[in-house]
C-alpha cells in the first residue's frame, strides 16, 4: 500500500492558509466568499505546473513558510518578491520548478510585497466545503491556518507542467493609485470628503488583513448621521466607520454590514501585497 | 424602490420607505419590500431571467453581485417592480396583524427553545411584562427571515412589532454559546455557532444551523418563516 502524497509543514510561518478561487453564491447565507487575495496570481501559480485555474495551492504572508514534500512534483510560486529555495537549489518564481520525493521548500521571507502562492502539481487536496478549500478567517470556514507539523493532501496531477522557462512578473509598485467606482451611500458624505478622498494621500494601517485593508488619513466627514440598517458588501467596497477612517474590503469580507460604502475599488489586487505603511491614492475610473 | 450602483459589477436595491412613512409600520414595509424583491429575483434567476453571482438581501435593501450588465440589469428591475408591488399587497403581507396573530403553516419550521436566557429579565422590564409574557410573545410570533448575516447560517427573524425593538448591550459578551436565541432592534436570531455578540439572551436551541453538508446549508435561509416553541 503506497502512502498518500502530502506536502508537510515544517514552518507556517506568520500565516500559511490554503486558498482557491474561494466560494461566491452563498452570500445570502452568510457565507464569505475567500479566495486567493490575488486570484490572478493562484490561477498563473496553477498554470505553470499543470494544475487547473481553480486548484488550491497555499497563501504565504510576509515571512514565508517552509514545507517538505512527500512525492516528486512541479511547483511554481508567484506574487511578491521572494527567494524560492527547492533543497539545496536556488529557486526562482514566475516559473515552473520540478522538484524530487522530499524536497524542502523554503518561500520568503519577502522582499518587497505581502503575499506569495504556492502551487504543487495535483493542487491541495483537503476537502472542499460549499464547494472551495479556501480558509475564510472570518467565518472559519476551510481549513484553518496552517501550523508547524501540518500534513496537508496532494491531489494527482492532471496535466503538463507549462512549457516556459520564466513568466514576467509585474513589478510591485511604490504608491498605490486604487480606481474607485460608485459607492451605493455616496450620499451618506460631504462634497468635504469626496475632496478628501481624491485629493489626499492615504496610508495602509498595520491592522490591516484578509478581510479588509484599513486605511490612515483625512477623516470623511458625513452628510448623514445615524446608522445604516446592515446591507449587502461587495468586494473592493470601501466602508467608513464611526471614526471616519476608510476600511477596503478584500476576500474575506463580511457579506453585510452597518456602515456606508462611499465607493468600490475596481481592482483590489494591488492590496494584496500593501505592506503596512504603502500609500494608497484614489482617482475616479474616468482617468 | 431606488437602484443605487455599486462599483462596476453590482446593484443595491434600496426599498427604504419614503421619510414620510409612520415610524411605526416602516420597517414592516420595508422588509415585505426586500422579501418579496428577493422572492422575484430568486425566481427570475432561476427561470434564466437574470443572471447574478449574489443576491443577497439585508435589512432594508437586496444587492445583486456579480452581473455581466448591470445597466441591462437596472432596466429589468423597473420593468419588475409592479410585480414585487403587488405580490407586498397581498394579504399576508400587508397585515402585520395576522403575522402577529400566529397562523399555522406547514411549511413552518418549528425552533425548540428553552426560554433560560440570562437576559430575560432585561428583555420582559424593557417591554413592560414579566417572563412569562416574554416567553408567550416569542412562541406566539411567527417569525420570517429577512436576511442572514454576521457569520453563516446566523438568521435575522421578523415578526416582532417595532415597539418591541430593543437596544444592544452596552458591552458585548465575549463568547456567546452555539444554539443562543436572542433579541435586538427589531429582530430575534439564532447564533449558529459560538462567538463574541451583543444581542440579549433570551433562551438556546438545539438545533443545528449551519451545516455545510446539508442542503442548503442553512436550516433558516431568507425567506424561511420560523416559530419558537418552549423546549
Known amino acids: ?21 474561494g466560494r461566491p453564491g452563498w452570500a445570502h447565507l452568510g457565507v464569505p466568499r475567500s479566495g486567493a487575495l490575488d486570484p490572478g ?26 514545507v517538505r514534500l512527500t512525492r516528486a512534483a512541479t511547483v511554481a ?40 502562492w504556492l502551487a504543487v502539481s495535483g493542487g491541495i487536496d483537503v476537502s472542499p466545503v460549499l ?10 470556514l476551510g481549513p484553518p491556518p496552517l501550523r508547524d507539523g501540518d500534513r496537508l493532501p496532494l491531489g494527482e496531477p492532471v496535466g503538463a507542467p507549462a512549457p516556459v522557462d520564466l513568466t514576467v512578473c509585474p513589478t510591485l509598485p511604490e504608491e498605490l493609485h486604487l480606481t474607485l467606482g460608485p459607492g451605493p451611500r455616496e450620499d451618506w458624505f460631504t462634497p468635504t470628503a469626496f475632496d478628501r478622498l481624491f485629493g489626499s494621500a492615504y496610508t495602509i494601517s498595520p491592522v490591516s488583513n484578509r478581510v479588509g485593508a484599513r486605511l490612515a488619513g483625512a477623516t470623511l466627514p458625513r452628510a448623514v448621521a445615524g446608522e445604516l440598517p446592515s446591507e449587502g458588501i461587495v468586494l473592493g467596497a470601501v466602508q467608513v466607520p464611526a471614526d471616519g477612517q476608510p476600511l477596503i474590503f478584500l476576500a474575506d469580507h463580511p457579506t453585510t454590514g452597518g456602515y456606508p460604502v462611499i465607493g468600490v475599488v475596481t481592482d483590489v489586487t ?18 | 424602490m ?11 436595491l434600496d426599498c427604504t420607505a419614503p421619510a414620510d412613512t409612520p415610524e411605526a409600520v416602516a420597517d414592516t414595509r420595508e422588509a415585505a419590500f426586500v422579501e418579496a424583491w428577493r422572492a422575484e429575483l430568486w425566481r427570475r434567476r432561476e427561470r434564466g431571467d437574470l443572471i447574478a453571482v449574489e443576491i443577497v438581501p439585508a435589512a432594508r435593501t437586496v444587492l445583486l453581485d456579480g452581473l455581466p450588465d448591470p445597466t441591462t440589469t437596472a432596466g ?59 416567553r408567550h410573545r416569542l412562541t406566539s410570533t411567527r417569525f420570517r427571515v429577512a436576511f442572514c448575516g454576521f457569520a453563516p447560517g446566523f438568521p435575522y427573524l421578523t415578526g416582532l412589532p417595532a415597539e418591541l425593538a430593543l437596544p444592544r448591550l452596552a458591552t458585548p459578551r465575549p463568547r456567546v454559546p452555539a444554539g443562543s436565541v436572542a433579541l435586538a432592534g427589531p429582530y430575534a436570531g439564532i447564533y449558529p455557532g459560538a462567538s463574541p455578540g451583543g444581542w440579549q439572551l433570551v433562551g438556546r436551541t438545539d438545533l443545528v444551523l449551519f451545516d455545510v453538508a446539508a442542503d442548503p446549508p442553512a436550516r433558516l435561509g431568507p425567506g424561511t418563516t420560523v416559530r419558537m416553541a418552549a423546549a
Open chain 1, 270 to 287: 494591488p492590496l494584496a501585497q500593501a505592506r503596512p505603511g504603502t500609500t494608497v491614492r484614489f482617482h475616479g475610473p474616468q482617468r
Open chain 1, 1 to 21: 500500500m503506497t502512502h498518500p502524497a502530502t506536502i508537510e509543514v515544517l514552518s507556517a510561518g506568520a500565516l500559511t492558509t490554503v486558498q482557491d478561487l
Open chain 2, 76 to 134: 429589468q428591475l423597473t420593468r419588475w417592480a409592479s410585480a414585487v408591488t403587488a405580490a407586498t399587497t397581498s394579504p399576508d403581507q400587508a397585515d402585520p396583524q395576522a403575522t402577529a396573530r400566529g397562523r399555522a403553516d406547514a411549511a413552518d419550521v418549528v425552533v425548540p427553545v428553552t426560554f433560560d436566557g440570562p437576559d430575560l429579565p432585561a428583555v420582559a422590564e424593557h417591554w413592560g411584562v414579566d417572563v412569562p409574557a416574554v
Open chain 1, 41 to 66: 496570481a493562484l490561477r498563473l501559480a496553477n498554470r505553470l505546473v499543470g494544475n487547473p485555474e481553480h486548484a488550491a495551492g497555499l497563501e504565504i504572508t510576509l515571512t514565508g513558510c517552509t
Open chain 2, 2 to 12: 431606488r437602484i443605487r450602483q455599486v462599483g462596476a459589477h453590482a446593484l443595491l
Open chain 1, 77 to 116: 510560486v508567484t506574487g511578491a518578491e521572494v527567494p524560492v529555495q527547492a533543497g539545496a537549489r536556488p529557486g526562482d518564481t514566475g516559473r515552473p520548478l520540478s522538484v524530487p520525493a522530499g524536497t524542502v521548500l523554503r518561500i520568503g521571507p519577502a522582499r518587497r510585497g505581502v503575499r506569495s
Open chain 1, 131 to 140: 464547494g472551495s478549500r479556501a480558509s475564510d478567517t472570518l467565518s472559519g
